[in-house]
């Protein structure tokens, strides 16, 4: 698309890298561009968010060593929040994470972008699975109040069609398929151009 709209200014050229991984909260992205991701120069670093962001996968998989009266207590506790149901993430986290990429970003003489990945159109919040993407979008809107970092929410877009056609898996709804990939695409690509992150 990038390449192909062409532009004010004539046909542009861009080259994109796919760095997204499975599993990835917004911690490990920081951490992977540190790494790796710099060594690439990229003008724009675009971060896709989920409800899942708050952590990787492999800190909800590793339970944290503990001896018998930790075990107890941390039993208790995991109770009182399985009777207790509701939301339990905290997308502060991922704020504070985006802003220090933002800084890392911004050093290298590059921008950051952040689009919320939302397959949900409950914005109502009857579901707790809405509820959840509320507060995410709630969270980066209110976090990154007044911070250089543009937020698009693709949900609003996605919203419009059945919902489950954009599901890769329905038994796993959190995954998108290639059809709300290429409806978030074409909605980003107005978006990071309103924003002079890409060619007019």
Not at 103 to 131: K, M, P
Not at 150 to 178: R, Y
């Amino acid at each position: 698309m990038l390449n192909g709209a062409g532009g004010s200014n004539g046909p542009q050229s861009y080259q994109v890298v796919n760095c997204g991984q499975v599993g990835y909260g917004t911690h490990d992205e920081r951490l992977f561009y540190d790494l790796l991701g710099a060594d690439y120069h990229p003008d724009l670093v675009l971060v896709g968010m989920t409800w899942r962001d708050d952590m990787s996968v492999w800190d909800e998989m590793s339970p944290p060593e503990l001896g018998r009266l930790e075990t107890l207590f941390f039993s208790i506790r995991a109770l009182r929040g399985h009777l207790n149901a509701g939301p339990h993430i905290d997308f502060k986290r991922c704020v504070e994470e985006l802003k220090n990429l933002d800084q890392a970003v911004q050093r290298r003489g590059a921008s950051l972008a952040v689009f919320i990945f939302r397959n949900n159109a409950d914005y109502a919040g009857s579901t707790e699975s809405g509820r959840t993407w509320n507060k995410l979008t709630a969270t980066l809107s209110d976090g990154l109040r007044g911070s250089s970092i543009p937020v698009l929410d693709t949900g609003t877009v996605l919203k419009q069609g059945n919902t489950d056609d954009l599901k890769a898996n329905v038994a796993v709804p959190q995954d998108p398929n290639e059809t709300a990939h290429t409806i978030a695409a074409r909605e980003l690509l107005p978006f990071l151009r309103a924003r002079r992150l890409v060619a007019q």
